[in-house]
């Protein structure tokens, strides 16, 4: 089975702290991908990625940065964390015939 | 950007009857997918209709696409309190950015014991 695993189920941060949220897939997808989910809003896309040291901004970039510097790992970066961030994370990776693979989420909270 | 919506926003049964949700998209589509996400945990895989495919089955689901009026359906027969959950249809379209999945808001199902 594919396991997305993605590093901290909860995080309490404060205003202005650098966030790190980290992703790590086992069954060498090229494609990830971040979202957030806010009730009422559903998800949306913040950035995706199709290879290694690429990324392609979302629906939802501002405010947030992306590293993907080797195939199984995808990290989302909050430079300055702020309340409007709080929400709940979803890493995926995507199978051969366009199927997403999600982790359990982080859930951050930004004081 | 949103693609699929799904309708109703919430619905409410007993264990045994059977559950239907529906999820309409704007645009030309290669492949529509629905999902299951339990309260506070990531997204499931459920089933993936291609736009040539009419019907799909997997175990008690039954999916249905209408590419003329856009619309599909997800079937859950014979419900049980385990299926309670949030239900996302999301739509993939053709190529580069559009072939990422966009996602509707979701329906709450509430099987009731």
């Known amino acids: 089975d594919v396991k997305v695993t993605q590093s901290s189920r909860y995080l309490v941060k404060r205003t202005g702290e650098k966030v790190f949220l980290e992703c790590v897939q086992d069954?060498?997808?090229?494609?990830m991908f971040w979202y957030r989910q806010d009730p009422g809003l559903g998800l949306r896309l913040i950035y995706f990625?199709?290879?290694?040291?690429?990324?392609e901004k979302g629906d939802i970039p501002e405010g947030y940065s992306v590293s993907r510097e080797k195939k199984e790992r995808f990290s989302l970066i909050l430079e300055s964390a702020s309340t409007n961030q709080t929400s709940m994370y979803l890493c995926a990776s995507q199978g051969g015939t366009g199927e997403l693979f999600f982790g359990e989420g982080s859930r951050l909270t930004v004081l | 950007s949103q693609q699929g919506e799904e309708d109703p926003q919430a619905l409410s049964i007993q264990e045994g009857e059977n559950a239907t949700m529906n999820c309409s998209y704007k645009t030309s589509i290669n492949n529509l997918q629905w999902y299951r996400q339990n309260s506070g945990r990531g997204l499931v895989h459920l089933i993936l209709i291609r736009s040539n495919e009419r019907e799909k089955h997997s175990g008690r689901l039954r999916v249905t696409l209408d590419t003329s009026k856009k619309s599909s359906s997800l079937l859950i027969t014979a419900s049980r309190a385990a299926d309670t959950a949030s239900y996302f249809c999301?739509?993939?379209?053709?190529?580069?950015?559009?072939?990422?999945?966009?996602f509707g808001k979701g329906t709450k199902l509430s099987v009731k014991p």
């Open positions: 069954m060498d997808h090229e494609n």
């Open positions: 990625s199709y290879d290694v040291k690429m990324k």
């Open positions: 999301a739509t993939r379209g053709y190529g580069g950015s559009q072939g990422n999945l966009i």
